[in-house]
């Protein structure tokens, strides 16, 4: 069971949390410009890293805010929460 | 009912409680304080039970978790205990026990002939025989295993005991209450941290509970008495004895099981419930879980009698037991000469003490040279005789380098013997959320190695053996642990209680006494003795090439016992490296994963369970008028809907063609409260449905309604509803029941990430308003009469337009809406006078034989006029064109998921498409939902796989029509209009259908429109 | 309105039953129904003073703004919810000129109010055993150190989403819970309180 910072309620169990994958995806501006294949890309595949990874996540039970997460996906350990539209603190990529 | 083992004066019972309690059907006393095992000794019952594989006889072995034989099953009927374990059981009475995995007794159990064929069964037994033939497996093989192994027997029916959950918080969690636990929890609790302290005993002090030693020149017992008592009186320090911790997972999370009322017996009245699961989340957690004697491992070590040296002195000491008349002390290490005290002072005979190191020095050598016991040094227990106890040892010499024994044996009678092949810290709980370990040349075994974050180890499971240093260390993990919550500095505060250090010799290092010919020909030298895993089971799998012990764990099935190989795992993987020739410390062990020890799942659960609490249990306005209509309910979501609402003697089938006819001829009337709401509001609210519905929402006017269909972004259909225009910049929408929750989140999803730009909030109002909904052609009157302010004309309220007015005196949202098919309304008012306007509905429509229906009505209503039901006709891998939706699919805008409906797959001709079904031979005949369908008449006896045409969605009997009608998804479907696909059945028919289109009544929708 | 218009509470037929009665003397918890509170959604921007000063001159209430608080008022008391979006709690009853008065006076802004007070509904613990009885199905930390005086917070418990509220040591803990689970968590504490005691009161 994870413990979980929300940027606005602070910390909290994670069955208030709901998992959104990967973040930092962004909705192609122009869809039809996208060949078949770019589009599958895009709905479709994720980095799958060892190590740190940014996701979303959403505060269900309680503020209801989406919001990032940088973690470390072999210790579970949280490196940083940040606010939707904030770049990803500490330079991670 | 004497208790011929029991010492007259000491311990920590109470001779004036004594208890009763049978075992096997024979009638003993114990006293309070004892455990099932201390009691069984104390009557000299060593015999408890059979091994697992090979029945052999097996007695108490352990004094705690670690024990691998004291399995027994406790109580009867459906409060039964199976797989307790008697040295972590405590006796109260009248309990009940019995012995498991022996048939028909344990002193006479027909599967010991196992031990006659124990050379056919080596390791990889199971695997290798078993497996051919495979058909044998399921109906044969493992049957018949299971009835011959197998441990105690679960109850058949309902557990009538009740669990709990409790959440909490603290600064600083401690896990064992010994010398180092006592003083961290100490530390940080007189600091003011908020401290949980839990130990699996049921009192507190760990180790000293059976110790002699002193501490401040007392017994060590009155300095945990006071420690206590201190810590008792603290506001902010709770105390947790019958409390272990099971599992240690991520970001200080840990889960304890708290052993309530266990020891008060099935029949105590206590209101408490019997065992309570802790979710502790700790900012800080100190493990001091203390250490685990090993056995050392030699030919028939397994005989009843044969314990841990550690486990005699707890005996003795702690519950005032002589676990033997005669006995031998075998060891590595200095820590069994204590135990050889602890017997002679209590007038046991120590016949001798075996040491395998070949010179023997120090106080403690001293001590028990001079109470003339005979030490024997550099010699070994090789073998063992005895049926059901052990009778003696037979002893021989040991070379140097410790791998082979030689010169002229010696038996040496005896009924107990006591063996330490050293200790190994219990660091499972350091293991259990990843972190590492290293190996420790000085004690033999592993210690923690890399840290777990927010989390220490202090006392023996760091590999700190000494008193004094297991309290200095709690000590200072406590200040650490405090000062991290920022309570006061590293700095230790608390004073260790003074104690005599005894310097002890190194020890030895043994993981199995040699023997004189090959390990897989002499006796079975035990490892697992819960599994009857031997060393030559090591030897076998590392000839057969497994090299990692993780692989020769599961090869051999070591460690895989309801103890989880707490004496054996480290023995074993020192013979493996043995095996192997590789050196113990590369070799490792096996990942420790929780739990700690067995968890019953009813303390898992907790009281989520059964109708009322498994999941939420939500209800409408109108919910208890349903109750008393004799309404049956149906689960959507966590809604309760009412299904139908059968009257007297009525079958399901009756009712809902009743409750359809009254509906299509007059008037029914549906609670539709539970649809999802969700006010959207904000400049950019027309701009916002553009993008997430397929169609145009910009020119919808206020006071108009229109249908929509979201999509992923994979292009599927994810749920549709009616949305209205409240104002230019205001909307009401609605989503399926089930997918409420669901559709606000998606929505959330993309203003808060991807449209922050957009002006517009969104709110739920599920719950504010209560939603009636009035159906079929009287409908219009019901609702001039109940309503003010609203002309209910057909040109002044159209069809898909909503007006506000007044409903029995209440604000009200009107909706000329339907799902139907019929003329319908759907009044909505604040949800605390629902059934106040409900009822007024109730009393209007009498005259027109007002007709309450159900989800499954509404169901057989809407399939005749073809509307689908998102999640019912659809599942995530329907797109829009396949439902024929093309008339609802905007060329004007980009929405979520448009793209996708143009990729290759979307476009395929021989997608399955929505059409309708009805049956050729017997029209009234009603094709089960889930239904394959294919084009092949003899499909039953066809080849297999079949080829499939499609599938059933929806399937029902139309009492409107008179036949039975479904909705299908088939491929190629619209272009098959009038074919005939056939549904195999698994009893061997095959109904003949014929497609037609969805809509099965009144496709022009004149009916609505009236 | 007439006479003969009746609200219903959800609990109708709870209100002042438990299962397993106790009397409030030696009751663990007590819980007491707070029916029919005017309660109203609000959405808007606080960092737009034109926002902030309409509210304040309907409600008499500066929105708090830091999450997890309440800011009480003579007439009307507001929990933060999110960033942008407050529930205002008032008398049973004041909330339809509430929302009227509320319209008016955001006209032109960017807003959103939703009369609420049939979608919540609001019940009142207290007693010794308050904190133990939800901690059963609560992961929040409601020890006085973490959670005191003027504190809110959106959580579930067990299965239910809620909005407790700090009222006093007692301690008094609010729950605000939508009204279709009304009926669940009072099964839920009832069941829960089970080994302490529980007393329901008006
Ligand atoms: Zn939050």
Partial sequence: MLYIKCPWCGWRDESEFGYGGEAHIKRPEDPDALSDAEWADYLFMRTNPRGSHRERWVHTAGCRRWFNAIRDTQTYEFKAFYKMGEEPPGGEQ | ?1010 | ?202
């Fill in chain 3, 1 to 202: 309105m007439s006479e003969s218009i009746r609200q219903e509470s959800p609990l109708v037929e709870r209100n002042t039953r438990a299962r397993h009665q106790a009397s409030p003397a030696n009751a663990g918890i007590t819980v007491r129904p707070r029916p029919f509170l005017a309660c109203i959604n609000l959405r808007g921007d606080p960092s737009d003073g034109a926002f902030t000063d309409a509210v304040r001159g309907v409600t008499g209430i500066d929105l708090p703004t830091t999450p997890n608080t309440v800011a009480d008022g003579d007439q009307w008391r507001a929990l933060w919810l999110c960033p942008d979006e407050w529930y205002l709690v008032g008398a049973p009853g004041a909330e339809n000129d509430a929302v009227d008065t509320l319209e008016q006076a955001l006209a032109g802004q960017h807003f959103a109010v939703n009369d609420v007070t049939s979608g919540m509904t609001t019940l009142e613990i207290s007693g010794p055993r308050t904190r133990d009885v939800l901690a059963k199905g609560c992961t929040l930390d409601l020890h006085p150190r973490m959670f005191g005086p003027g504190q809110c917070a959106q959580t579930l418990i067990s299965h239910a989403g809620v909005v407790i509220r700090y009222v006093d040591d007692q301690p008094t803990l609010e729950l605000m819970v939508r009204r279709s689970f009304a009926d669940y968590l009072w099964v839920w504490l009832e069941d829960a309180a089970l080994e302490y005691g529980m007393a329901a009161t008006e």
């Fill in chain 2, 1 to 1010: 009912m004497s208790q011929p083992h029991r010492l007259q004066t000491g311990g920590r019972i109470d001779r004036d409680r004594p208890l009763r309690f049978t075992f096997n059907g024979r009638t003993l006393q114990g006293y309070a304080g004892d455990t099932l095992a201390s009691a069984l000794l104390a009557n000299g019952e060593h015999l408890v039970g059979r091994s697992f594989k090979l029945h052999r006889p097996r007695g108490i072995m352990g004094a705690g978790a670690e024990c691998p034989n004291s399995i027994v099953q406790v109580g009867s009927g459906n409060a039964t205990l199976p797989n307790l374990r008697a040295t972590q059981t405590e006796l109260y009475d009248g309990m009940e026990v019995r012995s498991v995995n022996c048939w028909p007794s344990v002193k006479f159990d027909l599967s010991a002939v196992n031990q006659l064929f124990a050379p056919l069964m080596p390791a990889g037994f199971y695997y290798k025989t078993f497996m051919w033939p495979k058909s044998f497996w399921h109906n044969i093989y493992e049957p018949r295993i299971r009835k011959a192994a197998g441990f105690g027997k679960a109850p058949d029916g309902p557990d009538p005991d009740r669990y709990d959950k409790h959440n909490a918080h603290c600064d600083l969690l401690v896990v064992g209450a010994g010398p180092a636990g006592l003083a961290a929890a100490l530390e940080a609790g007189r600091r003011g941290a908020r401290v949980i302290l839990c130990d699996e005993q049921n009192e507190l002090g760990g180790s000293l509970l059976a110790s002699r030693a002193f501490l401040d020149g007392e017994p060590a017992m009155s300095w945990v008495d006071r420690v206590v008592g201190e810590l008792a009186a603290m506001d902010e320090v709770t105390l947790l004895p019958r409390t272990t911790a099971f599992g240690h997972y991520h970001h200080g999370f840990v889960s304890l099981l708290e052993r309530v009322t266990d020891h008060l017996g099935p029949t105590s009245p206590d209101e408490r419930p019997r065992q309570r699961q802790w979710r502790v989340r700790a900012r800080q957690v100190v493990l001091a879980t203390g250490a685990i004697e090993r056995p050392l491992v030699f030919s028939n070590n397994d005989r009843p009698g044969i314990m841990p040296a550690s486990a005699v002195s707890t005996y003795i000491n702690r519950y005032s037991v002589t676990p033997g008349t005669r006995a031998v002390v075998f060891t590595n290490n200095d820590s069994a000469y204590q135990t050889a005290l602890d017997l002679a002072d209590h007038g046991v005979e120590v016949a001798a003490l075996i040491d395998v190191r070949p010179e023997i020095e120090g106080v403690l050598a001293d001590r028990v040279r001079k109470e003339e016991i005979d030490v024997l040094p550099g010699m070994a227990v090789v073998d063992t005789t005895g049926g059901q106890r052990v009778s003696g040892v037979r002893v021989m010499r040991l070379n140097t380098r410790g791998d082979s024994v030689y010169g002229e044996g010696r038996t040496i009678e005896c009924d107990l013997v006591a063996t330490s092949g050293g200790w190994n810290p219990v660091i499972h709980l350091h293991s259990h959320p990843g972190g590492g370990m290293c190996y420790d040349h000085d004690i033999a075994s592993f210690v923690p190695d890399q840290p777990v974050a927010n989390t220490l180890n202090a006392g023996a499971c760091s590999g700190n053996f000494s008193l004094d240093g297991c309290i200095t260390e709690g000590f200072s993990a406590g200040a650490t642990a405090a000062a991290a919550s920022g309570f006061g500095s590293d700095d230790i505060e608390g004073e260790a209680p003074a104690t005599a250090r005894v310097r002890e010799a190194p020890m030895r290092p043994l993981w199995r006494v040699p023997t004189r010919r090959t390990v897989t020909r002499s006796p079975k030298q035990f490892v697992d003795v819960q599994n009857d895993q031997t060393s030559a089971d090591i030897f076998l799998a590392a000839r057969e090439g497994y090299a990692s012990i993780e692989h020769i764990k599961r090869y051999t099935a070591m460690g895989f016992g309801t103890d989880q190989g707490k004496l054996g795992n480290i023995n074993g993987a020192g013979i493996a490296a043995e095996a192997l020739g590789e050196d113990i410390a590369a070799i490792g062990t096996t990942t420790f994963r929780p739990a700690y020890t067995p968890v019953t799942i009813g303390a898992l659960a907790g009281r989520d369970f059964g109708p009322e609490r498994f999941h939420a249990v939500r209800k409408t306005a109108m919910h208890v008028w349903h109750e008393q209509q004799g309404a049956l309910f149906e689960n959507v979501g966590d809604w309760k809907r009412p299904w139908y609402y059968p009257q007297a003697g009525e079958t399901m089938r009756q009712s809902l063609d009743r409750e359809v006819r009254a509906t299509r001829q007059s008037l029914g009337v549906l609670d539709a409260s539970t649809l999802g709401k969700i006010d959207v509001r904000g400049p950019d609210a027309a701009e916002f449905l553009n993008r997430v519905y397929t169609n145009g929402w910009k020119k919808l006017e206020v006071g108009r309604c229109r249908y929509g269909i979201m999509l992923g972004e994979d292009g599927m259909v994810m749920d549709d509803g009616v949305s209205a225009r409240l104002a230019e910049d205001h909307y009401h929408m609605t989503t399926t029941t089930g997918g409420a929750a669901r559709v606000l989140a998606w929505l959330e999803e993309w203003l808060q990430t991807e449209w922050p730009e957009l002006r517009v909030y969104l709110t739920s109002t599920t719950d504010q308003w209560a939603a009636i909904s009035l159906a079929g052609p009287n409908s219009r009157k019901v609702v001039e009469q109940i309503c003010e302010g609203i002309d209910f004309s057909g040109e002044a309220f159209p069809f898909m337009t909503w007006r506000a007015g007044k409903a029995a005196g209440i604000p009200a949202r009107v909706f000329r809406i339907s799902f139907s098919g019929e003329l319908g309304f759907e009044i909505n008012v604040p949800a605390n006078y629902g059934q106040h306007v409900w009822d007024a509905v109730w009393e209007a429509g009498q005259p027109y034989g007002i007709t309450p229906y159900g989800t499954e009505t509404m169901h057989i209503l809407r399939a005749e006029k073809g509307f689908i039901i998102a999640g019912q006709d659809t599942d995530g891998s329907v797109n829009p064109m396949d439902l024929g939706m093309h008339g609802l699919l905007s060329k004007y805008k980009d929405y979520l998921g448009r793209r996708s409906l143009s990729r290759s797959d979307a476009v395929r001709e021989d997608r399955e498409q929505f059409v309708g079904l009805v049956t050729v031979d017997d029209p009234a005949e009603i094709i089960p939902e889930g239904a394959q369908l294919t084009d092949d008449p003899n499909a039953n006896q066809a080849p297999k796989p079949v080829p499939l045409a499609g599938y059933v969605t929806s399937s029902y009997y139309s009492a409107t029509l008179g036949h039975s009608i479904a909705l299908a998804m088939v491929k190629r479907g619209r272009e098959r209009m009038d074919e005939i696909v056939h549904a195999p059945q698994a009893d061997g028919r095959v109904i003949k259908c014929r497609i037609t289109s969805p809509v099965f009544y009144d496709p022009k929708g004149e009916r609505q429109n009236v």
